[in-house]
């Protein structure tokens, strides 16, 4: 299926013209597919195959609580990298049993609130970290599920933002302090050990960076099993990357093959964390022309969608397609789409052939489903669009554009001001 599709020269999403949902709900938007969302967790499922495992959805990818119930509808899990993430995903109706949260700097509370709830494991990054998590759980009275990650010091081929495996990275503990660091643990009176996780990075677009980090596991996976930790689950993180122009990204059948193949044979449950390769292609944002100007250098048009909207060109120089949401018109312009946020770096696109449309024109973003809304700010006090969810011909809207008052939300001024002002 092609969630995104042209009908007598109109884009829509699925059964839905996206000019329509532009004209109920305005620009700029996030519209998903859910049929995309649903195809993309069945892949990484299926591509698993029968062997225990858990795909465990990267919440910062797309965190919408309507995109967490349908994933969880699914049989999905989650990965959870803040105390935010989580209460996002139990607003949601997840199960926690079916939750890991990651990330280098977990709060006390954080770590106290995953216990209460019972999530599956907390991928511990440092030992200091994992004293804490013992100290916090003995308090609570409990025993706290942990992996430990690991940084397997792969070379992933992907944008220094978000190259997580290398030897500078922040991530996990290096391999060759793991085996030290898990016989400590498992000394630790609030801890039990029950996974390894690693992750490479994000936007992998071959498999060997992922098979490089699975075989580097399995050694350490032996020599954990000869130390006699009881290790239940193995998780291999997410990364896998998409296609967002001429990029060829491995199937999830071929890196499932990779990923096994690196462990070879083990009988742990493997979890994985994808985000990306389920929610990229799932969304668009469909923002509306509304000025064209020519510099001296280069011609400009400008468009309602910011950087604040979608960051991922302005901080990663990421290209995503762009194109006309109406029948595309005959003649074509080189120009640079720009945003209304007053910063230079605020371009989607720059020198993009485009057909040559008026103002007023609206246009797709493509492949805007994952790290688009969830990293959408209120920079230039901007409300952050709304989102809006396509199931065939019908549409909801699961999250209204922000208003002003929003903005300033929390915000006080403080009394003598006022009277010092009358
Ligand atoms: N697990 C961990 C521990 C992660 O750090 C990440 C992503 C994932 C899973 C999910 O990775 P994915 O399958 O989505 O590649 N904002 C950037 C991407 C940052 C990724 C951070 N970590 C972007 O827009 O490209």
């Known amino acids: 299926m092609r969630p995104f599709a042209r009908h007598r020269g109109e884009l829509y999403c699925e059964g839905v013209p996206l000019r329509r949902i532009a004209g109920e709900v305005g620009t700029p938007a996030y519209v998903y597919s859910r049929a995309a969302f649903e195809e993309g967790f069945t892949a990484v499922d299926r591509a698993l195959g029968k062997a225990p495992h858990l795909v465990c959805y990267s919440v910062k990818a797309c965190g919408n609580l309507a995109v967490l119930a349908l994933l969880s509808g699914l049989g999905s899990g989650f990965d959870v990298v803040s105390g935010g993430e989580l209460s996002r995903v139990l607003a949601a109706g997840g199960d926690p049993a ?44 409990r025993r706290a599920a ?25 991530f996990g503990v290096p391999l060759a302090r793991a085996r030290r660091i898990c016989r400590d643990a498992a000394r630790l009176p609030g801890v039990r050990l029950a996974g390894i996780t690693c992750h490479v990075g994000s936007q992998i677009v071959s498999v060997a960076p992922f098979a490089a980090a699975a075989g580097r596991l399995r050694g350490l996976l032996a020599a ?104 595309p018109a005959a003649g074509s312009v080189t120009l640079d789409v720009v945003g209304p946020v007053c910063e230079s770096a605020d371009a989607l696109r720059r020198r993009a052939r485009v057909p040559d449309l008026p103002a007023g024109s609206l246009w797709a973003v493509r492949a805007a489903g994952a790290y688009g809304f969830s990293m959408a700010s209120n920079y230039n006090s901007r409300p952050r669009p709304p989102e809006v969810l396509v199931s065939g011909r019908r549409f909801w809207r699961i999250r209204r554009r922000e208003r002003p ?8 001024i403080p009394e003598v001001l006022h009277r010092e002002r009358r």
């Open 146 to 170: 942990v992996a430990l990650r690991v940084n397997p010091g792969v070379q992933a081929h992907t944008h220094p933002h978000v190259a997580t495996a290398l030897p500078e990275s922040k």
């Open 405 to 412: 008052a929003d903005l300033w939300r929390g915000e006080v």
């Open 224 to 327: 954990l099993e000869r130390d006699g930790h009881p290790i239940e689950h193995v998780d291999l993180g997410g990364g896998l990357g998409v296609a967002y122009g001429r990029e060829r990204p491995p199937t999830p059948a071929a890196w499932a093959l990779a990923l096994r193949r690196g462990l070879g044979p083990s009988k742990l449950r493997l979890v994985v964390e994808p985000g990306r390769v389920i929610a990229a292609n799932a969304g668009v944002l469909v923002t509306r022309l509304l000025y064209r100007k020519r510099g001296s250098a280069r011609a400009f048009a400008v468009v309602d969608a910011g950087m604040n909207d979608l960051l991922r060109p302005a901080l990663y120089g990421a290209v995503h397609a762009i194109e006309p949401v109406g029948p």
């Open 98 to 141: 079916r939750v890991v949260f990651s990330g280098v700097g977990k709060t006390e509370d954080e770590i106290a609130l995953a216990l209460r709830e019972g999530i599956l494991c907390l991928n511990a990054e440092s030992e200091e970290e994992l004293s804490v998590i013992s100290r916090v759980a003995t308090r609570m009275r």
